[in-house]
């Protein structure tokens, strides 16, 4: 099975990335990794004789792999056109969620937590010296 896999998982990359890397991972399966696309794909063996699970995920910074955010189960004698179809269904969800760790709603530029950036530093003391002057104004010490 294992021949099975790493002959199936060179066709799919070839179909799927002009650029990649086709790797056997330590259980056994056979990982596709897409670095310009920042998407992996694995190949393993199924709970039938002729299955193979393929699972999705992405490439993290510093080349990690996340863990798997879609899986599915296909036949492995369907032929490389249908692999490579749910292999795209599964890129696809893939790129549709959300990146691990991360919220939907993206910070605001600039804002640093909550201690007082400098900026609002400057903008206090400007104020404090035009009420400094204004007060010696009407004191008459100016």
């Known amino acids: 099975m294992s021949t099975e896999l790493r002959g ?6 070839d179909v799927l990335w002009r650029e990649h890397t ?7 399966g056979v990982v596709i990794r897409g670095e310009h696309v920042r998407r992996w794909i694995s190949l393993s063996a199924g709970a039938g004789r002729d299955q193979v699970l393929l699972r999705a995920g992405r490439l993290l910074d510093g ?3 996340a ?3 879609s899986e599915a189960v296909a036949s492995l004698s369907a032929g490389t056109t249908e692999l490579a179809a749910v292999c ?4 696809a969800e893939t790129a549709e969620d959300p990146a691990p760790g991360r919220s939907s709603r993206p910070r605001a530029a600039g804002r640093g937590g909550r201690h007082t950036g400098l900026s609002s530093w400057l903008v206090a003391a400007a104020l404090a010296a035009v009420v400094g002057l204004y007060a010696a104004a009407r004191a008459g010490l100016l």
């Open 88 to 91: 795209r269904r599964l890129l």
């Open 63 to 65: 080349g990690t792999t």
């Open 22 to 28: 086709v790797y056997r991972d330590r259980a056994g």
């Open 8 to 13: 199936a998982a060179d066709e799919l990359a």
């Open 67 to 69: 863990p798997a955010r």
